[in-house]
């Protein structure tokens, strides 16, 4: 590294750290945005990756340079099981944060929940105190459930997540979870095609790997001292002392990432249109139900559970519905 003439700059972006393994397959969501609308609604839901296809649309975006022109999309497939709402937690304020101040369980849950977590709670006494202390509530949100076997996975253990409500008044939203409580509820009411949507997930696990494929350095000169695919250097003699920004081997994926503003291009059920190719697809099968079809690539493999969301920072406030001339179902079918 001594006899470098010219600077060169680092390898590896810095926004990622740890790169640490997940603890769990579903995405925190830290943020739920606020949404203008004066009715209630979920402002997200779970669902599982399914597969990539190309599909063939009109570019609407009006400052594009292949605006109006028919263009191919690489697109992903989600399916979409309906979510239970099985629980209500309500949020007070306190000088430490926000703090849960009740929870309200729905009577009727699914049998499969129990293989989870055991929900039990007296819903007409958690019901009455948070209707007579309902000023000092500063926000509800939703627990929901999804079984996976109606996305068209073989996992029986459900999953049980917890999503903001947005839009109307905190009475509006509170009277709209307590009527939606153990009601299943499908995809087609929380988003609708031509919105924007941000997507978390799971990336691929590539286990333990050098630095050269973590990080992207150069590796040293073939005579080089014990290693060629290692850092040149590691810091000075003295201090005796590694700094965090060299790059080491360690964990390479199975990271939480987040993908802002992704386009819905279709959403469907497969009864009315399907998009499941002859012989199912690769590594997931047939999609038996509700899906969505998003632009672009999303985080993970097939049959990673992703949460999405409404955009916490949206890049418009209209809505324009995609217009799809063809979806590929045959493998590289636009290649």
């Excluded at 947005?166 to 709209?176: K, N, R, T």
């Excluded at 949507?197 to 590539?206: E, F």
């Excluded at 992207?216 to 695919?229: A, D, L, N, P, Y």
């Excluded at 697809?281 to 949460?307: A, C, E, M, N, W």
Aim: glycine residues 10%.
């Amino acid at each position: 590294m001594g006899h470098r003439t010219h600077s060169s700059p680092r390898h590896g972006s810095m926004a990622y750290r740890p790169r640490a393994r997940k603890g769990s397959l579903i995405a925190r969501t830290r943020t739920w945005p606020t949404i203008n609308s004066k009715e209630p609604t979920l402002l997200g839901f779970m669902a599982f990756k399914a597969a990539s296809l190309h599909i063939l649309s009109i570019d609407n975006q009006e400052k594009s340079p292949t605006f109006g022109q028919m263009v191919s999309n690489n697109s992903t497939v989600v399916s979409c099981a309906p979510v239970i709402i099985t629980g209500i937690r309500a949020y007070y304020n306190t000088i430490d944060g926000l703090k849960v101040f009740s929870e309200i369980y729905s009577e009727k849950l699914p049998k499969e929940l129990s293989r989870k977590k055991e929900l039990k709670c007296d819903f007409k006494t958690q019901l009455n105190k948070i209707e007579t202390n309902i000023d000092k509530i500063h926000k509800f949100t939703a627990l929901i459930c999804i079984l996976p076997k109606k996305a068209g996975i073989s996992q029986i253990k459900p999953y049980l997540i917890e999503i903001g409500v947005g839009g109307g008044d905190l009475i509006s939203q509170f009277e709209y979870l307590k009527n939606k409580l153990g009601v299943e509820i499908s995809v087609h009411e929380i988003i609708k095609p031509g919105m924007s949507v941000d997507v978390a997930g799971i990336t691929k696990g590539k286990g333990w790997q050098g630095p050269v494929k973590r990080f992207g350095i150069k590796k040293k000169q073939h005579k080089s001292r014990k290693t060629v695919r290692e850092v040149g250097t590691v810091g000075a003699w003295n201090p005796r002392n590694i700094m965090y920004t060299v790059p080491r081997a360690g964990q390479m994926g199975f990271h939480q990432r987040t993908e802002y503003n992704k386009q819905i291009l279709l959403t469907g059920n497969d009864q009315s249109q399907s998009v499941t190719p002859k012989g199912g697809f690769d590594h997931f099968g047939v999609i038996p139900g509700d899906y969505i079809i998003l632009k672009g690539s999303l985080p993970g493999p097939s049959k990673r559970p992703l949460t999405i969301r409404y955009p916490v920072r949206p890049n418009g406030d209209k809505i324009k519905e995609p217009k799809i001339i063809h979806i590929s179902t045959i493998e590289g079918e636009f290649s």
